[in-house]
Structures are given as structure tokens and as C-alpha cells.
């Protein structure tokens, strides 16, 4: 019975020693690698900068960094004003009605950048070139086809 155990921990021992190694080497398989390079250029191909729109990109840009600058705002007032609250500090309540002084104010800002009439071109930019119509032509549009 006792040799029994023996083998029985020796197996489990090898088994953890050599199980591992295993699982890894499948893991490198050709097909595996082949299927993580193709996953990688996927997602490569998703992120050209040609299929960003670059006005898209911006605006996105300038989202991120306003809904950043809230946030960071609200937080700055929510932890000042639960500091006051927690230790009865005059200070720190005046601070964090500074905060809220600044979220409001910030938040004006965005309105009226908002309700700002667009510029349709940028103030330094030329006047586009223009050439001319463009039309098509077709036979009926040639002069001997009217005579036809």
C-alpha cells in the first residue's frame, strides 16, 4: 500500500513537471501562430490612419479630453467637500465650493463654444480653384448628331 502512494506522488510530480512543458509546446504550434499573426493584422488593417476620418479623430480627441477635465472637477469637489464634511474643516468647504465654482464655470464655457457660429473655412486659408463646369456630353449633344 505504501509503495502504491509512492508511485502515486512520484506520478502526480512528474505530471506537474512535465505537463506544462507540453501544454507550452502546443501552444507555439505553427497553426497557433498562424492564426495569432493573422488576429494581429486584423487588427492592424482596423487601425490604418486612412480609415480615420482625421476630423473624426479630433473631435473625438476633444471629447475625451472635456468629459477628463469634468470629471476631474466633480472629483476634485466630491473629495474636498467629503473631507470637509469628515473633519469640519471651514477651508476645505470653501475649496471645494471653489471646485464647484470652476465645474460651472467650465460648463459655460462649453456652452457658449457650443452655441458659436462655425466658421465655414479657416481664416488664413485661400479661395478654392475652381475650373469650371463639369458636364457629360453625350452623341445628341454633338452638333451633326441634331442633324441626323
Known amino acids: 500500500m505504501e509503495l502504491l502512494v509512492v508511485l ?3 506520478g502526480g510530480l512528474w505530471a506537474a ?6 501544454l507550452d509546446s502546443r501552444h507555439d504550434a505553427p497553426l497557433t501562430s498562424t492564426k495569432s499573426f493573422d488576429r494581429r493584422l486584423a487588427k492592424l488593417a482596423a487601425l490604418r490612419p486612412g480609415s480615420i476620418d482625421p476630423e473624426t479623430l479630433r473631435r473625438q480627441q476633444v ?3 472635456r468629459r477628463r477635465v469634468m470629471v476631474g472637477l466633480l472629483g476634485a469637489a466630491g473629495v474636498t467637500l467629503v473631507a ?3 473633519t469640519g474643516s471651514i477651508p476645505l468647504l470653501l475649496l471645494s465650493l471653489a471646485f464647484d465654482g470652476m465645474f460651472v464655470a467650465y460648463l459655460a464655457a462649453l456652452n457658449s463654444v457650443q ?10 486659408t485661400p479661395e478654392p480653384v475652381t475650373y469650371g463646369e463639369l458636364r457629360l456630353v453625350s452623341e445628341d449633344d454633338y452638333p451633326q448628331a441634331a442633324s441626323r
Open 8 to 10: 502515486v506522488v512520484l
Open 17 to 22: 513537471l512535465l505537463l506544462p512543458s507540453f
Open 63 to 65: 471629447l475625451a479630453r
Open 84 to 86: 470637509a464634511i469628515l
Open 115 to 124: 452655441h458659436r457660429p462655425q466658421a465655414t473655412r479657416l481664416p488664413n
